[in-house]
């Protein structure tokens, strides 16, 4: 796709319950990352995909998340029993190859609220 | 390990006026390093970004960023500023030999005012 495509835009789900945040990343690139934005509060990095190496998952703050990307491509993000102090923006972005010069596109974000 | 510094929460400037927002890094090795733009309510738009090369770097919007390497700042600045240009700016690190993610600095809130 033209650009980085996350889904749902918006959630708001009761505590205790599960969600999942969709990534469709811009055609062709192999690197893909999670981040998330609390309110007030820069980037924080949660996982990295890259290819089929294994993930960096050294920014997951919990074992309640994890995340999976399927066939190289769409990433999902999955928060089991969610809590309040996981409302934030989870933003997706992708870039080619691994090389850490290549630019990170992000999406437009998928904003969780957890009551 | 990696890290930003934007020691500016909240920058304000006047319509027309020349703008600076500050950046500094720490990095192992030579950094690459970003600059990224986030509107209201949006995610996160690049702006620009310094590889290797030319200390100056010219970018979208008419914004541009002077590498530093002695001084370990990477500051974003535009000859005039435009009311549109309230933002959220966010500056941004990756080691040539490091890790593959970005690490962010915690952002600065420019407003032009009219």
């Known amino acids: 796709g033209a650009g980085v495509s996350q889904s749902p835009s918006n959630k708001v789900t009761e505590k205790g319950k599960d969600v999942e945040l969709r990534c469709d990343p811009i055609?062709?690139?192999?690197?893909l990352y999670w981040y998330r934005q609390s309110l007030g509060q820069g980037l924080e990095f949660l996982i990295y995909f890259q290819g089929n190496s294994a993930p960096d998952k050294s920014g997951l703050p919990s074992d309640r998340f994890s995340a999976e990307r399927t066939g190289g491509s769409v990433s999902t993000l999955t928060i089991q029993r969610t809590q309040q102090e996981d409302s934030a923006v989870y933003l997706c972005?992708?870039?080619?190859?691994?090389?850490?010069?290549?630019?990170?596109?992000f999406g437009e974000g998928s904003w969780l609220t957890v009551v | 390990a990696q890290s930003v510094a934007q020691p500016e929460d909240q920058v304000n400037v006047a319509e027309g006026n020349p703008l600076t927002v500050k950046c500094t890094y720490s990095v192992s090795g030579n950094p690459y390093l970003f600059w990224y733009v986030q509107y209201p309510n949006r995610g996160l738009q690049f702006l620009l970004k310094y590889i290797t090369g030319d200390n100056l770097v010219k970018g979208s919007y008419g914004f541009e960023a002077e590498f530093n390497k002695s001084q370990t700042s990477f500051h974003l600045k535009k000859p005039s500023a435009l009311v549109s240009d309230s933002a959220l700016y966010f500056c941004a690190v990756s080691s040539q030999t490091g890790a593959n993610n970005l690490f962010f600095g915690t952002g600065t809130r420019l407003t032009v005012i009219p």
């Open positions: 055609s062709g690139h192999t690197a």
């Open positions: 972005a992708s870039s080619l190859g691994q090389g850490t010069g290549n630019t990170i596109y």
